[in-house]
C-alpha cells in the first residue's frame, strides 16, 4: 500500500505500487513503480493528487481526476484513497464515495508506511523525510521519494 504525506503544502510519496489487494511478501503482492503524484487543473487552479492503494485502485482514481471529478463516475469499492490539495481548501480525502473528508492544513499521512511517517513528521520531518522514514522502516514502502508542492 505505500505511503503519501501531506505537510505544509507538500504531497511526498514513495515511487512504488502494490499489485496485489494486500500488502505481503507472497508472489501475489509484488510492489510496482508508478508514480501515485500527479498535478492537474480545476477552474484554472492547479490542485496536486496522489493515491494510495493497489494498481488497478490508483490507476482508476488518477484517470477519475484526469476526467474531471464527475461524482457519477467516481470508482467506488476500488480499495483506494484518493488525496486532493487545493490552495483554496487544503488537504481533500477521497474514500469509496465521492464525497470528500476535509482535512485542510492539517499534517496527514495515509498507507502502511504512516505510522513511521508521523513518527518522523512530530520529530519535524518535512513531507519528504517523512517519507524516507516510511521507505527505511516498513516492508511495504519502496523505491525512492517523489513530491509536488503547491
Request: hydrophobic letters at 40%; aromatic letters at 10%; charged letters at 10%.
Amino acid at each position: 500500500m505505500s505511503v503519501i504525506v501531506y505537510r505544509n503544502g507538500t504531497l511526498a510519496a514513495d515511487s512504488h505500487v502494490n499489485i496485489g489487494s494486500e500488502p505481503s511478501y507472497s508472489q501475489e503482492s509484488i510492489t510496482y513503480p508508478y508514480n501515485k503524484l500527479w498535478a492537474l487543473s480545476q477552474a484554472g487552479q492547479t490542485v496536486l493528487a496522489g493515491a494510495v492503494g493497489p494498481l488497478q485502485a490508483v490507476a482508476q482514481l488518477q484517470q477519475w481526476t484526469l476526467e474531471g471529478c464527475d461524482t457519477k463516475s467516481f470508482p467506488i469499492n476500488t480499495g483506494g484513497t484518493l488525496l486532493l490539495l487545493t490552495k483554496e481548501k487544503g488537504l481533500l480525502r477521497y474514500k469509496d464515495v465521492p464525497i470528500p473528508y476535509l482535512h485542510g492544513a492539517n499534517n496527514y499521512a495515509i498507507g502502511e508506511g504512516a505510522p513511521f511517517a508521523y513518527g518522523a513528521m512530530f520529530m519535524g520531518a518535512t513531507a519528504e523525510e517523512a517519507v524516507a522514514a516510511a521507505i527505511d522502516g516498513s516492508p511495504y514502502c519502496n523505491g525512492h521519494v517523489v513530491s509536488l508542492s503547491l
